[in-house]
């Protein structure tokens, strides 16, 4: 064990000793973070939806027809104004005068009234394609409610018949989560890419040990390739520990990033590093040239940060996107950091630990079965 720890303490040295290094792990994550975090602050800035006009004609009259048409009028997103035709509703929206037409048919109340469903048409141009979809949302949604009243109406039930009468509102209530900024989004993305970024690189340290005499001694010597594993195991999780201590020290108190609970926030972290150790314990055995290293901090790390949501946001990419970043060690630990900030349950915070401790036991067990390549 005394030889483990005296393997630790000389790579610690060694990174200390190296400038270049210690710029690259600490400063260039914060100077990254401070810019995208202020230039991008836009995208979380949790603006409030835009007004949308709704043109609607009503061609039907009856009390489903006029309780949407108040419905509507009441919710404060819509703008809603009323056509005396068809052609009048689809004239408003050529001039621009409308964003979406809504479209009531005749005999729309009495079919619904009865059980049936009626088509309510929602129009809007291929750009109004957003605002389109969100007045069909609400259609749909009341017209869901209006035919439960009405199947209660017809069964006799005493409660539906008060809500018949009055318009139905939609109220927004709190989620219980706190809201999410680009200074917490970026903290927590440059810190899972460049945690990912160091632990590659500590690959490359691990090989360039490998062909180094000081290692050509030990190998000769008593030393077991096992002690060896745990002496590179356990540098490695030093040195990502420490970066990571410092890197979010930073963001806490200078960027002012928000943070969830603190054991949350440990045991996410120290499944993350264990992941990343594994990682790079099984790059430096199976790896024998440290060019190869080289190329994948450069080009895999960069693809992973993309992919992950280091680079941009990843909740505006598409669907499968999105589900590919959860394979990714961080692109898990990141949605896990950015939940955990926003207040999220410990179900999904044991979900995100158990997947990355699982990453670092196949990594761990992939580089248990290669000895390590003596140049």
């Known amino acids: 064990m005394r030889v483990v720890w005296a ?17 690259l792990i600490l400063a260039m994550p914060l100077v990254l973070t401070a810019i995208l975090g202020f230039a991008l602050n836009g995208l979380f800035a949790g603006k409030p939806l835009p007004v949308v006009r709704v043109v609607v004609h009503d061609a039907d009259g009856g009390a489903y027809a006029q309780q949407l048409t108040a419905f509507l009028k009441g919710q404060s997103l819509f703008r809603v104004s009323e056509a005396a035709s068809a052609e009048s509703a689809r004239q408003a929206l050529a ?14 109340s009495g079919v619904i009234d009865h059980g049936g469903s009626a088509q309510v048409n929602v129009e809007a141009p291929v750009q109004q394609a ?18 439960a009243v009405s199947t209660a109406i017809r ?6 018949s008060a809500a018949a009468g009055e318009p139905l509102q939609i109220r927004e209530a709190a989620s219980g989560t706190r809201p999410l900024n680009a200074k917490t989004y970026y903290a927590y993305a440059m810190m899972a890419m460049f945690l ?16 180094s005499d000081q290692f050509k001694r030990i ?10 594993a745990v002496g590179d195991l356990i540098s490695t999780l030093f040195v990502l520990a420490a970066q990571c201590l410092v890197l979010f020290a930073a963001y806490r108190w200078i960027l002012g990033a928000d943070t969830g609970p603190p054991l949350q926030m440990g045991v996410l972290t120290g499944s993350y590093l264990f992941a990343l150790a594994g990682l790079s314990l099984v790059i430096g055995r199976w790896v024998r040239s440290e060019a190869v290293v080289d190329g994948l901090a450069g080009i895999g790390v960069n693809v992973m940060a993309v992919l992950g949501g280091s680079m941009y946001p990843v909740y505006g990419f598409p669907d499968w996107v999105q589900r590919l970043a959860q394979f990714l060690p961080n692109g898990r630990i990141l949605k896990a950091w950015l939940d955990s900030a926003m207040g999220v349950s410990w179900h999904e915070v044991w ?19 290669r000895r390590p390549a003596v140049a």
């Open 7 to 23: 393997m630790v303490w000389a790579q610690l040295l060694d990174l200390l000793r190296d400038r270049k290094a210690l710029l």
């Open 95 to 108: 001039s621009g005068q409308a964003d979406v037409a809504l479209e009531i048919p005749h005999g729309a």
């Open 130 to 147: 957003f605002r389109q979809g969100l007045v069909q949302q609400y259609v749909d949604g009341f017209g869901s409610r209006w035919s």
């Open 155 to 160: 069964d006799g039930l005493p409660p539906a």
């Open 196 to 211: 990912l970024l160091h632990a590659v690189q500590r690959a490359g340290v691990l090989v360039r040990i490998r062909q």
């Open 219 to 228: 190998a000769a010597g008593p030393v077991s390739t096992s002690a060896v």
């Open 351 to 369: 979900v995100a630990a158990v997947y990355l401790l699982a990453v670092a036991l196949v990594c761990l067990l992939a580089a248990a079965v």
